[in-house]
């Protein structure tokens, strides 16, 4: 059964930093590239970031792009996204999704979703 | 303001048949880019619902259908029940921001 495990959620500062991760497990994590989609409170869904199964492609909305870093450490099976000046506007539960093909593609499919973790960015 | 439009919201009686519209333009759907569809219940993670324009899962019932033609795709349900009401989006891929973007979200109400 995949299982996507979102963590590092909480209260920072306009300006400051953040490190969420994704422990996935039931699948060759490695296989598979992932994102992150995020979801403002009350909006609906923005992707944010991918990463290729390798971890050698990345990609970024404009939004975000400068500002945040994805990875993954394939050994651990985990995703990452490092988020520094953080503003207001990138208060949100974020996700992580499975992507079901190893390269990210236009056709990308998230096909296993976590239960996401919650990103307020306030004074 | 989404690249892909949805209505905000449809609603239709148990029993009944419902068809949720996401309309885009020549860089995304009507540039032959696949269109997938994601179910999110009160309080919970999305999940896929169709994926390729029209193919369900493992598990979907079949009361649930995807069509796509020019630059709209659609989500249709048959058969509504109770357990349909839900967040419904829609995603595809814009070749001119180069992002894969998502519809505003339709929210299904079962009378």
């Known amino acids: 059964e995949v299982q996507l495990l979102e963590s590092g959620g909480g209260l920072v500062q306009p300006g400051g930093s953040l490190r969420l991760s994704c422990a996935a497990s039931g699948f060759t994590f490695s296989s598979y590239a992932m994102s992150w989609v995020r979801q403002a409170p009350g909006k609906g869904l923005e992707w944010v970031s991918a990463i290729s199964g390798s971890g050698g492609s990345t990609y970024y909305a404009d939004s975000v792009k400068g500002r945040f870093t994805i990875s993954r450490d394939n050994s651990k099976n985990t995703l990452y996204l490092q988020m520094n000046s953080l503003r207001a506007e990138d208060t949100a539960v974020y996700y992580c999704?499975?992507?079901?093909?190893?390269?990210?593609?236009?056709?990308?499919?998230?096909?296993?979703w976590g239960q996401g973790t919650l990103v307020t960015v306030s004074s | 303001q989404s690249v892909l439009t949805q209505p905000p919201s449809v609603s239709g009686a148990p029993g009944q048949r419902v068809t949720i519209s996401c309309t885009g333009s020549?860089?995304?759907?009507?540039?032959?880019?696949?269109v997938h569809w994601y179910q999110q219940l009160p309080g919970t993670a999305p999940k896929l619902l169709i994926y390729?324009?029209?193919n369900r899962p493992s598990g979907v019932p079949d009361r649930f259908s995807g069509s796509k033609s020019g630059t709209s795709a659609s989500l249709a349900i048959t058969g509504l029940q109770a357990e349909d009401e839900a967040d419904y989006y829609c995603q595809s891929y814009d070749s001119s921001l180069r992002d894969w973007v998502f519809g505003g979200g339709t929210k299904l109400t079962v009378l």
């Open positions: 999704a499975k992507v079901a093909d190893i390269v990210v593609v236009p056709a990308a499919i998230h096909d296993y």
């Open positions: 020549s860089s995304n759907i009507g540039a032959g880019y696949d």
């Open positions: 390729g324009n029209s």
